[in-house]
């Protein structure tokens, strides 16, 4: 087996196990079962449909070293997260923990923050570090203050999606996976997101863009980026997911017959 095909094959098997990557600290100096002539640090980071390199890589403000607690105000939002839970099954809380966590660090999730969850709720980190790889949602390194996913499932790409895709990338000199050099922006090409019949669409942050078109999609980015006020929902001027004409039937108040009233002067007394 030649050199490079067994650099593929191992790279590609990391990028599968996700569980085993985040624990991996492996440098382009390290010696592992042989494997020291892998260049890991040519390991591309992201892809486009990923929230990037499986494995752990120690930086700055990121490291087994670092620390990391929560804030009292989101201690408080924890107690009231962890009502909901029988005790014993206090790791339920995962996701609502780590998405706190990853909003106080600013968009993304350090090792010491998921080290802190892990022992608030009492689970073997590894669980914690399997989840934070496992869903896309979770960022494991800095990303843009603005994280824009462009919806390119088949409802959205055959109304402009990747000609919206395109224009971002070359408008904020970014691509798929990767954050602008002055870190406003994070991009990603993502599949559906629900809003089909306001196709094309993007997400930006917590909010929803529809009925884009490539103007539309810089214009409401450059809003963001200037702090500008920006409409959220359809672009085009259409009312939520009513129909451009407008709405056209249920004009007028229903002429009944009505739905019978189930409360009986029984069930008020009672209640
Ligand atoms: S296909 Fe884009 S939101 Fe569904």
Known sequence: MSLSHLYKQTSS?????????ILSKLRASDS??????????????????????????????????TTFDFTDENYEKIE???KKYPRNYKSSAVIALLDLAQRQCGGWIPLAAMNQVAKILEMPPIRVY???TFYSMFYRE??????????????????????ILRAI??????????????????????????????APMMQVNDEYYEDLTVESA???????????VVKVGPQNGRHQCVGIQGKTTLLS??????????????????S
């Not at 800095?142 to 000609?163: H, L, S, W």
């Not at 070359?170 to 089909?196: R, T, Y």
């Open 130 to 132: 399997e989840v934070v």
């Open 169 to 198: 990338e070359s408008k904020f000199n970014l691509e798929p996976g990767g954050n602008s050099p002055d870190m406003m922006f994070h991009l990603e090409e993502v599949e559906c997101l629900g809003a089909c019949v306001n």
């Open 32 to 65: 592992v079962s042989g494997l020291s002539v892998l260049n890991w640090n040519k390991i591309p980071p992201r892809n486009s449909f990923s929230t990037g390199s499986l494995s752990h890589v120690d930086r700055e403000g990121n490291t087994a070293e």
């Open 142 to 163: 800095p990303i843009g203050k603005f994280n824009v996913q462009v919806c390119c499932t088949t409802p959205c790409m055959i109304r402009g999606a990747y000609d």
């Open 13 to 21: 098997l990391l990028r599968g196990f996700k569980g085993i990557g």
């Open 218 to 228: 810089i214009r409401v980015l450059e809003n963001l980026r200037d702090n500008k």
């Open 253 to 270: 108040e229903p002429s009944g017959p009505y739905c019978r009233s189930l409360e009986t002067e029984e069930t008020k007394r009672a």
């Open 80 to 82: 009231n997260i962890l």
